[in-house]
């Protein structure tokens, strides 16, 4: 699991966070333009499901899927906001997807996406289809369409 710092974090929420990701059997990449290692959050406002709302974000998410699996990691970078790409580069993302395709497999194929509101922004994720096993890729969009935060996941991990 790849954890960037981030400035000003509390030390327990740090830790509260880490817990949950190794409970969730996630994979994170990078979070909210963080690295806290979790899902977006939502500020305990809770997460709405958005279907058939503008799709933009959702073509978005598959473009950077695209790329993802392709191995073009510096366009996948270029995707990110200014605080995420101060903080993870395009070798951290290819490491990360390497290490999740260690433990699910090669990827084989993805499904529909599936987008929700969150306080962070607007999630999509995205099931993948692996040698393996099932996962998920996952990512969050600012309201410039600029990434925040992008995961690798097991299938299942709550949008919180």
Same mark, same amino acid.
């Given at each position: ?14 830790a509260h ?18 690295? $806290?290692?979790?899902?977006?959050? =939502? @500020?305990?406002?809770?997460? !709405?499901? #958005? &279907?058939? +709302? ?27 906001d200014t605080a ?27 499904? $529909?996406?599936?987008?929700?509101? =969150? @306080?962070?922004?607007?999630? !999509?994720? #995205? &099931?993948? +289809? ?31």
């Amino acid at each position: 699991m790849t954890v960037l710092p981030r400035s000003g974090a509390s030390v327990r929420h740090a830790a509260h966070v880490a817990v949950a990701v190794v409970a969730t059997a996630a994979l994170c990449v990078v979070a909210e333009g963080s690295a $806290e290692a979790a899902p977006p959050a =939502t @500020a305990r406002v809770g997460a !709405v499901a #958005v &279907p058939g +709302r503008d799709d933009s974000y959702g073509r978005s998410a598959l473009d950077t899927l695209a790329e993802v699996v392709r191995g073009d990691f510096d366009a996948v970078s270029a995707r990110f906001d200014t605080a995420l790409r101060q903080q993870a580069s395009p070798e951290v993302l290819r490491k990360s997807w390497e290490a999740y395709q260690a433990g699910f497999g090669r990827y084989l194929s993805h499904g $529909e996406p599936r987008q929700a509101v =969150t @306080a962070a922004g607007t999630v !999509v994720s #995205v &099931p993948l +289809r692996m040698a393996k096993q099932p996962g998920e890729f996952r990512v969050t969009f600012n309201t410039d369409g600029r990434l925040t935060g992008l995961w690798f996941l097991r299938p299942g991990v709550p949008v919180s």
